[in-house]
């Protein structure tokens, strides 16, 4: 029996710009394809879709309902938001075969204590947000891991060939892929203060060349 999260949907009939109305009930528009299948216009309800998303992490695999029929496994493939709201609008799910491959994007997160940024002051820097990587659909990670810890100085940099990788999973990223590394604190330079010319103060007037001789020569008379 399967414990994947099951998503009910019905067909629409609703297209273009008129699913604004299937948003005001409620419903979210979506579509569902893959393996050659033609491309099936669907509707959710938009509160069992933000459900899901809470439940489910990122490339799980969903037995979508249609109609009533046969639950079929899809992953989400794509999800349009509202560009100020973040409210979903549209979802494409992708047909899974389970037998199959696939190639998809998955998070990467940091765990661990860098020296650099915890006595040294530095800031950790992340160079991607995802990796991409190849496996059977029940063998995708929904994110991957890579350790901090031997960020103990600056010059040292974290590559995708650091990352863990599970069993029966591919790595596809470019090994070589630098992930991360500490950038070291900013230091602000102190004000250079000029020093004084040596000898008198600027402004104090110096004696006249042979003027204490001329003095002399007064007091002679």
Same mark, same amino acid.
């Given at each position: 029996m399967s414990t994947r999260p099951e998503l009910v949907a019905q067909r629409r009939e609703i297209q273009g710009k008129a699913v604004r109305h299937l948003r005001a009930q409620g419903l979210l528009p979506a579509v569902v394809y893959g393996h050659g299948q033609a491309s099936e216009s669907l509707q959710i309800e938009d509160k069992a879709f933000a459900l899901l998303r809470r439940q489910a992490g990122r490339n799980a695999l969903v037995d979508l309902k249609v109609?009533?029929?046969?639950? +079929?496994?899809?992953?989400?493939?794509?999800?349009?938001e509202h560009p100020v709201s973040r409210k979903p609008l549209h979802v494409d799910f992708y047909l899974v075969k389970m037998t199959e491959e696939m190639t998809v994007d998955v998070p990467i997160a940091a765990v661990g204590t860098s020296f650099a940024v915890d006595k040294l002051g530095g800031t950790l820097l992340h160079f991607v947000d995802t990796v991409r990587v190849r496996a059977l659909p029940t063998d995708l990670p929904s994110s991957l891991e890579f350790d901090i810890t031997p960020l103990e100085t600056f010059e040292t940099t974290l590559h995708a060939r650091d990352l863990r990788i599970p069993e029966r999973v591919t790595l596809v990223t470019d090994l070589d892929e630098p992930i991360a590394r500490?950038?070291?604190? +900013?230091?602000?330079?102190?004000?250079v203060v000029a020093e004084a010319a040596e000898g008198a103060p600027e402004g104090e007037a110096q004696p006249a060349e042979g003027a204490a001789e001329s003095e002399g020569d007064s007091s002679a008379d």
């Open positions: 109609d009533g029929g046969t639950a +079929r496994p899809v992953m989400v493939h794509a999800v349009q500490v950038q070291a604190p +900013r230091v602000e330079e102190a004000p």
